[in-house]
């Protein structure tokens, strides 16, 4: 059996001082030994043609096992690649640098991939004289596509060399596969994690089933420097093989990122809400806090239960609902699992005793589009949310919520973009928040909640939160949504329907 063969070489250079052959230290591959691991699709081997301490280079040669690979695909469902079984045997597509190659060096260099060489951490932590070449790797997109993913990372060099179909008859031109050389002083964690991303996306093609913690493994590797590349979006299409919903998530998640690190702070706090150690004045009570207990009357003056929070991001609202008994349960919704993971440490929910845990259930979705899992709850809050979706994606969201859902009392809070004149710090026609895509005026907000409630069969009151000033008003604003009508005796109705049947069985 003939196996494929895929290769891929680093090298580095130092002096006596600085050896080159501290890269053995740095991959956690010895240059006096070869080296053999076994991977899902073949064998991998690590070996050095050079060590000194003038150039040092390493070697990964990934022997790609076609009858492996199409058992293990079968090329549909949730584990193959169409593109890796079309051709079964004679395919050429497991003998370039791609995916498999992608797997390989996590594998293999797993380690140093995250940076850690606990024997020359300085090594680890500097940029490196780095030179890596693939001689065969595939690129939709050709050398252009090629330099314009690798150009922005900091590669002095960046050549592709387009790859002949065959070179004994020049006339047929160049296959899509180019030789790649990379030259520069980069990390050489920060290498391997370009490396790791970049294959499959310039192959455009993975030989395993894209599943969600993709997403997760490709914010990982894109650390650094995913969400300033200019070609962040083709990057994450890409590797996510175009799953639409999956690139959505990465995008969001990528813009946090972004945003964050041109605040300086850590993405989770600015994660789904606005900045609420900034978002007022000199005030005994942050306005933060001001808006929770508003939200906490209102629902129980609504005389709710069980609640709803629908972009819950971080999880301080389900946590205040907690404190209160009355609640009895409650739902935090939000499209970001970070954030929902971020919420599940804040409320300790690993630690949490059984029968509080029986109260709160933290869920991923989306408010723009219908889901039942939300139907029968006595109230929804909807905190500094809405002005953090583009208009055009409102009427989605107002029908996933007062149409679908249809709890019924729900709340909705949002900055009055007219009281932003009283905080100095904030220039003139900016919003609260970089990531606002409007901010109303009280004229604005009450038209289009009463617009909405006209529509759905709700009555809606305003209520001001926080101080008050002359002119313009509060600094945020609130609609408190009720149920009118048939409605609200149809879930009356259906309620004393359930408890007589739960009675019935008991």
Same mark, same amino acid.
Request: hydrophobic share 40%.
């Given at each position: !059996?003939?196996?494929?063969?895929?290769?891929?070489?680093?090298?580095?250079?130092?002096?006596?001082?600085?050896?080159?052959?501290?890269?053995?230290?740095?991959?956690?591959?010895?240059?006096?030994?070869?080296?053999?691991?076994?991977?899902?699709?073949? /064998?991998?081997?690590?070996?050095?043609?050079?060590?000194?301490?003038? &150039?040092?280079?390493?070697?990964? #040669?990934?022997?790609?096992?076609?009858?492996?690979?199409?058992?293990?695909?079968?090329? +549909?469902?949730?584990?193959?690649?169409?593109?890796?079984?079309?051709?079964?045997?004679?395919?050429?597509?497991?003998?370039?640098?791609?995916?498999?190659?992608?797997?390989?060096?996590?594998? %293999?260099?797993?380690?140093?991939?995250?940076?850690?060489?606990?024997?020359? *951490?300085?090594? =680890?932590?500097?940029?490196?004289?780095?030179?890596?070449?693939?001689?065969?790797? *595939?690129?939709?997109?050709?050398?252009?596509?090629?330099?314009?993913?690798?150009?922005?990372?900091?590669?002095?060099?960046?050549?592709?060399?387009?790859?002949?179909?065959?070179?004994?008859?020049?006339?047929?031109?160049?296959?899509?596969?180019?030789?790649?050389?990379?030259?520069?002083?980069?990390?050489?964690?920060?290498?391997?994690?370009?490396?790791?991303?970049?294959?499959?996306?310039?192959?455009?093609?993975?030989?395993?089933?894209?599943?969600?913690?993709? %997403?997760?493994?490709?914010?990982?590797?894109?650390?650094?420097?995913?969400?300033?590349?200019?070609?962040?979006?083709?990057?994450?299409?890409?590797?996510?093989?175009? &799953?639409?919903?999956? /690139?959505?998530?990465? !995008?969001?998640?990528?813009?946090?990122?972004?945003?964050?690190?041109?605040?300086?702070?850590?993405?989770?706090?600015?994660?789904?809400?606005?900045?609420?150690?900034?978002?007022?004045?000199?005030? *005994?009570?942050?306005? =933060?806090?001001?808006?929770?207990?508003?939200? #906490?009357?209102?629902?129980?003056?609504?005389?709710?239960?069980?609640?709803?929070?629908?972009?819950?991001?971080?999880?301080?609202?389900?946590?205040?609902?907690?404190?209160?008994?009355?609640?009895?349960?409650?739902?935090?919704?939000?499209?970001?699992?970070?954030?929902?993971?971020?919420?599940? &440490?804040?409320?300790?929910?690993?630690? !949490?005793?059984?029968?509080?845990?029986?109260?709160?259930?933290?869920?991923?979705?989306?408010?723009?589009?219908?889901? +039942?899992?939300?139907?029968?709850?006595?109230?929804? %809050?909807?905190?500094?949310?809405?002005?953090? #979706?583009?208009?055009?994606?409102?009427? =989605?969201?107002?029908?996933?919520?007062?149409?679908?859902?249809?709890?019924?009392?729900?709340?909705?809070?949002? *900055?009055?973009?007219?009281?932003?004149?009283?905080?100095?710090?904030?220039?003139?026609?900016?919003?609260?928040?970089?990531?606002?895509?409007?901010?109303?005026?009280?004229?604005?907000?009450?038209?289009?909640?009463?617009?909405?409630?006209?529509?759905?069969?709700?009555?809606?009151?305003?209520?001001?939160?926080?101080?008050?000033?002359?002119?313009?008003?509060?600094?945020?604003?609130?609609?408190?949504?009720?149920?009118?009508?048939?409605?609200?005796?149809?879930? &009356?109705?259906?309620?004393?329907?359930?408890?007589?049947?739960?009675?019935?069985?008991?």
């Amino acid at each position: !059996m003939i196996l494929g063969r895929v290769f891929l070489t680093i090298s580095t250079t130092g002096n006596q001082e600085r050896p080159a052959t501290d890269l053995g230290f740095l991959l956690h591959k010895h240059p006096d030994k070869a080296q053999t691991f076994s991977t899902s699709h073949g /064998t991998a081997h690590v070996l050095y043609p050079e060590a000194s301490a003038e &150039r040092c280079t390493a070697a990964l #040669l990934l022997e790609v096992d076609p009858v492996a690979l199409v058992r293990r695909g079968k090329g +549909k469902g949730r584990g193959g690649s169409p593109d890796s079984a079309l051709a079964q045997y004679v395919n050429d597509r497991p003998y370039a640098a791609s995916s498999l190659l992608a797997v390989a060096l996590s594998t %293999v260099f797993k380690t140093a991939l995250h940076g850690v060489c606990n024997a020359r *951490p300085e090594r =680890a932590a500097a940029p490196l004289p780095l030179r890596i070449e693939v001689p065969a790797l *595939p690129a939709r997109g050709g050398a252009e596509l090629v330099t314009k993913l690798f150009a922005p990372l900091g590669w002095t060099t960046v050549r592709a060399e387009p790859v002949a179909l065959d070179e004994q008859f020049p006339q047929w031109g160049d296959s899509r596969y180019v030789q790649l050389v990379l030259e520069g002083e980069l990390r050489l964690a920060d290498a391997l994690r370009q490396l790791y991303v970049l294959l499959p996306v310039l192959d455009d093609a993975k030989h395993y089933w894209v599943a969600p913690d993709e %997403v997760d493994k490709l914010l990982r590797a894109g650390e650094g420097w995913l969400a300033e590349h200019p070609e962040q979006k083709l990057i994450t299409s890409r590797y996510l093989s175009r &799953r639409w919903g999956l /690139t959505r998530q990465a !995008m969001e998640r990528l813009e946090l990122v972004r945003l964050a690190e041109a605040d300086d702070l850590e993405a989770e706090e600015i994660d789904n809400a606005v900045d609420e150690t900034t978002d007022t004045e000199d005030r *005994p009570v942050p306005l =933060a806090v001001q808006r929770r207990d508003a939200i #906490l009357r209102a629902l129980g003056a609504a005389g709710a239960s069980r609640v709803l929070d629908l972009g819950c991001g971080q999880g301080q609202l389900v946590q205040a609902l907690l404190k209160d008994v009355k609640f009895t349960e409650i739902v935090g919704v939000d499209v970001s699992m970070r954030a929902l993971a971020i919420a599940s &440490r804040r409320l300790k929910l690993d630690r !949490m005793g059984e029968r509080q845990a029986g109260r709160v259930k933290l869920m991923q979705g989306s408010l723009t589009y219908t889901d +039942k899992r939300l139907k029968g709850y006595d109230a929804a %809050v909807l905190s500094e949310v809405v002005e953090h #979706l583009d208009l055009p994606r409102l009427p =989605a969201l107002e029908y996933a919520v007062f149409g679908s859902a249809r709890p019924r009392t729900v709340l909705v809070t949002t *900055p009055n973009v007219e009281y932003n004149v009283r905080w100095e710090t904030l220039p003139a026609g900016h919003a609260r928040h970089a990531d606002h895509r409007f901010e109303w005026t009280r004229a604005e907000f009450r038209a289009w909640a009463e617009r909405v409630a006209r529509r759905h069969g709700y009555g809606v009151e305003f209520v001001p939160v926080g101080a008050e000033a002359p002119e313009v008003g509060p600094p945020t604003q609130m609609a408190v949504f009720t149920m009118t009508g048939q409605d609200k005796q149809d879930k &009356r109705d259906d309620k004393e329907k359930k408890d007589e049947k739960e009675a019935e069985a008991a």
